[in-house]
């Protein structure tokens, strides 16, 4: 019996859309290009022709350098269909990173855009094992001399012009892999996380658990490439919303974007408002259409609550909480008192949360590691099945996160173990003292962390607590007042030993255009400055 092609992540994403609703916008790019729903599928199916056409078969896997996002989403799209494992690659990876990853993925086909032609002109001669390379984009501004340009890569471009616009073929479903999705390689190479079609279809699941009008419009950046797409940009598709794309979404376009397209659902991390509101730009801007904020990836502080809601009062604030391996898993509205600040929500429909103890035992409550399931949760890390046992428990995601889980199933994230700090023989998590910092005026974002601690003729094992302050637009913070305000507030194993007032801190650069997840275990190198 032939399978449904409703069990193509492609398929479900797109075609339904445009057989339920042709005529609905689907798309904007950049304010200048707009798509229907039936419009878009027609573009992704001349681009899955075009990849047909180049010799692209079904289970292939296909190495994406991509950084325009219409260029990731018509090519992801299309990829999926035919049923192309899709290497969802980064664009703002070293040469040398982009190059073992490649290798390490097994890809024998590469497909990319124009802006990244320096790059690949470098890792090309390194990867006699891709056979195939095909662009898209048109002509290159990245600096590479075109008659440089191998004549061997194929112009998808011109074939998808040329190409069939009715479906393709379906080449994978269900249980087959859609994609490998990257972690963020903090330490080593990054690693690859499987994601087949069933489970991208169930985080693409994420906005039927929000509500949603029938002109909602979600917003967002250059971040939807990799995990991106099927945590943020597919679930907007799969749910009828309008996806409007930029290239930038940082917070002077946000400015611009947002009431130019009526934009009402956005999806962001906490230090993207501690940049939107720490200066005057966003003052007399009006951001009335947006009716929800979803915000994870970084504690929720009290405060930053206060100065979301203060400057969009008619928003729905939630908190989210999930991984690469397991998206958008928990999630809860904390503005209204239905979900306690400082939690991150339940599980979401037909997902599980719990926290296990040291010999794996459930525990209510109190402190453990926090254990995520459901049919969103990855298939494991490609080429490494210890590392995949270690983390996939009797159908649980054990992903290192310490957390909590209430007696009514609300979960509290605590943090990594790795960012916890020793002080005075007592562990405290740094978002503790970041949440202190931040409630202090002039305070716009602040970031804390433990460096070894200076015990005189022995090796410390204990720490000292590294807090960088940023100043909000129009103030001066000074070191000894915060440490004395911050006396009356933090109890003694939480007190920071040093306090440096900085412009920035260090974030991930997560092609956003805002700032990315702040980076804990690079604030000790603000010491150095």
């Given at each position: ?14 075609t ?24 878009l599928?027609?573009?992704?199916n ?27 989403a018509e ?20 040469a040398?990173?982009?190059r ?13 855009d ?29 600096g ?11 112009d ?9 616009e ?20 903090t ?5 690859a996380?499987?994601?087949t ?15 949603r009008?029938?002109?909602a419009?979600f917003g ?5 490439w ?39 659902h ?33 504690p ?13 009062p ?9 991984q690469?391996e ?13 979900t ?20 794996g ?7 453990g ?13 490609d ?20 957390g909590?889980?209430?007696d ?9 173990r ?17 949440e202190?910092?931040?409630a ?6 602040a970031g804390?962390a433990?460096?070894?601690?200076h015990v ?8 000292e607590?590294l807090l ?20 009356d ?22 092609a956003?255009?805002?700032?990315g ?5 690079e604030l ?6």
């Amino acid at each position: 019996m032939a399978r449904s092609p409703y069990g193509n992540y492609g398929h479900a994403i797109l075609t339904a859309g445009a057989l339920r609703t042709p005529d609905r916008e689907a798309l904007t790019y950049c304010g200048e290009r707009r798509f229907t729903y039936d419009q878009l599928n027609r573009l992704v199916n001349r681009r899955a022709h075009a990849l047909l056409a180049a010799g692209i078969t079904p289970g292939q896997r296909v190495g994406a350098l991509l950084n325009e996002t219409l260029h990731v989403a018509e090519t992801y799209l299309a990829q999926a269909k035919t049923g192309v494992v899709t290497a969802a690659l980064n664009p703002y990876w070293p040469a040398d990173t982009l190059r073992a990853v490649v290798e390490q993925s097994g890809c024998t086909a590469f497909v990319y855009d124009s802006t990244v032609e320096r790059a690949v002109a470098e890792i090309r001669p390194a990867l006699p094992g891709v056979t195939t390379w095909m662009k898209v984009g048109g002509p290159g501004d990245g600096g590479v001399d075109p008659d440089t340009v191998d004549p061997d890569t194929v112009d998808l471009d011109a074939l998808a012009a040329e190409a069939s616009e009715e479906e393709p073929p379906i080449g994978g479903a269900y249980d087959d892999p859609l994609a490998l999705y990257y972690t963020s390689g903090t330490t080593g190479l990054p690693k690859a996380v499987v994601h087949t079609h069933a489970s991208s279809l169930a985080t693409a699941q994420i906005w039927l658990d929000v509500p949603r009008g029938p002109d909602a419009v979600f917003g967002t950046g250059a971040i939807i490439w990799g995990i991106g797409f099927p945590a943020i940009a597919g679930p907007a598709l799969y749910a009828g919303m309008r996806l409007v794309l930029e290239q930038d979404w940082g917070p002077a376009n946000f400015l611009r974007v947002v009431p130019r397209e009526r934009v009402t659902h956005v999806s962001q991390i906490p230090s993207f408002y501690a940049a939107l509101l720490g200066s005057a730009e966003h003052e007399g801007v009006d951001l009335s259409s947006v009716e929800v904020i979803m915000l994870g990836g970084e504690p929720l502080t009290a405060t930053m609550l206060d100065r979301v809601k203060s400057r969009l009062p008619g928003a729905a604030v939630y908190s989210y909480y999930g991984q690469t391996e397991a998206p958008y898993t928990c999630m809860g509205r904390v503005d209204d008192g239905s979900t306690p600040l400082g939690s991150s929500g339940r599980a979401r429909t037909g997902n599980a949360v719990r926290v296990t103890g040291p010999t794996g035992e459930r525990v209510v409550g109190g402190i453990g590691e926090i254990n995520l399931a459901g049919p969103h949760v990855m298939a494991g890390y490609d080429g490494l099945p210890g590392r995949t046992a270690e983390v996939l428990r009797d159908g649980w995601y054990v992903g290192g996160d310490l957390g909590a889980v209430s007696d009514d199933g609300v979960l509290r994230v605590l943090g990594r173990r790795e960012d916890a700090i020793l002080k005075g023989g007592l562990w405290s998590q740094p978002v503790a003292v970041e949440e202190a910092a931040a409630a202090l005026d002039g305070v716009a974002e602040a970031g804390a962390a433990g460096v070894p601690a200076h015990v005189e003729g022995r090796e410390a094992v204990e720490q000292e607590i590294l807090l960088a302050v940023v100043p909000r637009a129009g103030h001066t913070l000074d070191s000894a007042k915060l440490a004395a305000a911050l006396a009356d507030t933090l109890p003694a194993h939480q007190r920071p030993d040093r306090i440096l007032v900085v412009d920035e801190l260090p974030h991930f650069q997560d092609a956003s255009g805002g700032p990315g997840k702040l980076l804990r275990r690079e604030l000790h190198r603000l010491l150095e400055r």
